[in-house]
């Protein structure tokens, strides 16, 4: 039994990397990451982030070839004031075409519902200028992840099982 708690130790360790194939065929057809910034005031930061989620993370995920959605907040944020912090919205997408492939109107709608709600909300916010990597997205070419993940976990709890029966 030591040595199944052993080998689940060392699987959870370990971490699992991919590359995605040529770069150049990645622009258009590999995992592609939409890169937003905002300007958020501190003390809004929370609330900004309940109505992301209620209406953007909600709508994106709906979405055809829809990954994952991750938002992120520069550390040095006083929560307390009301001076900006700065907030970065990251977008997985299967393919560059799939974002782009969203309905123009649709997204207009949904940023007109989401600035009325951070408006009727108090929230101070604003979008920084998305060019580049708003409209251009970054093609993921590699990848390395922890296998202390789900995927990871549940490998090492099989693995673990499968040398205790043993």
Not at 35 to 44: P, S, T
Not at 45 to 73: C, H, M, P, S
Not at 146 to 160: D, H, I, N, Y
């Amino acid at each position: 039994m030591k040595l199944s708690f052993l080998f689940a130790s060392s699987a959870l360790a370990a971490n699992t990397r991919g590359t995605n194939g040529d770069a150049a065929e990645l622009k258009k057809n590999g995992l592609t990451t939409e890169i937003l910034h905002f300007k958020v005031h501190g003390k809004d930061v929370d609330k900004w982030n309940e109505l992301d989620d209620e209406i953007w993370t909600t709508y994106l995920a709906k979405q055809d070839g829809f990954v994952r959605k991750t938002t992120n907040v520069d550390r040095t944020c006083d929560f307390t004031k009301a001076s900006n912090c700065d907030v970065y919205s990251h977008v997985d997408w299967e393919t560059f075409d799939q974002w782009k492939a969203i309905d123009e109107k649709e997204l207009n709608d949904k940023t007109k519902e989401f600035d009325d709600a951070c408006e009727a909300a108090g929230i101070t916010q604003k979008m920084e200028n998305a060019v580049p990597l708003g409209t251009t997205g970054l093609a993921v070419i590699a990848s390395t992840s922890s296998a202390a993940s789900v995927t990871g976990a549940l490998f090492a709890l099989v693995s673990s099982l499968a040398l205790f029966h043993l």
